[in-house]
């Protein structure tokens, strides 16, 4: 218990030293706390640079705003700034992931409409081989944008066919595109 006092007494002399620009106070708690930060930040990010970079980040940030901080546990504060890095990172990378698949079907999408008129070409030939009923469903879903159930009610029949019906073009298109498919993404590659 005592140790533990000492301990607190010791993080809030280093802070205070900190809060008064003391860098030598500053440099010891990066060298005494950068290894096993890292370590903790690389549990969550899995690679040992981003873990770094964001550990770097937090006593950058900790330098930057020293005297707007009030910190109790320097430690606790460390380990929870840390933690929030690499969330705050994780969320991030999932966003961007998400962003640059948009942008990968945009592009692909951009360059079946604008650049390649065969393209398209054959994707309509492919829809125009379905059963009359079939392509009537499929244009009216893909092209006007209604739902099953209003494609039921204006066709005057069950939204399990409908459902039926969507799910026999989309293999048909599958199947039949599958080449093109091909020769559209070595284009783009």
Avoid at 123 to 146: D, M, S, V, W
Wanted: net charge positive; aromatic share 8%.
């Amino acid at each position: 218990m005592f140790r533990n006092i000492k301990h607190n007494m010791d993080e809030n002399l280093i802070f205070n030293k900190i809060q008064n620009g003391d860098r030598d106070a500053f440099e010891h708690l990066f060298k005494t706390n950068y290894v096993h930060l890292v370590a903790f930040a690389n549990t969550f990010m899995h690679d040992i640079d981003i873990a770094e970079s964001l550990v770097q980040n937090v006593f950058v940030k900790l330098w930057d705003k020293r005297k707007q901080y009030q910190i109790s546990s320097l430690k606790g504060y460390m380990m929870v700034a840390v933690r929030n890095s690499c969330q705050n990172e994780i969320k991030r990378q999932k966003h961007e992931k998400v962003f640059k698949q948009n942008i990968d079907r945009e592009s692909i999408i951009e360059h079946v409409n604008y650049s390649d008129s065969r393209v398209m070409e054959k994707i309509t030939e492919a829809i125009n081989q379905l059963p009359e009923q079939r392509k009537r469903i499929f244009k009216l879903n893909r092209l006007e944008g209604l739902k099953y159930r209003e494609i039921a009610e204006r066709l005057n029949i069950s939204p399990k066919t409908v459902e039926a019906q969507m799910g026999k073009a989309l293999k048909f298109l599958r199947e039949n595109l599958l080449e093109l498919k091909k020769q559209v993404y070595n284009i783009l590659l």
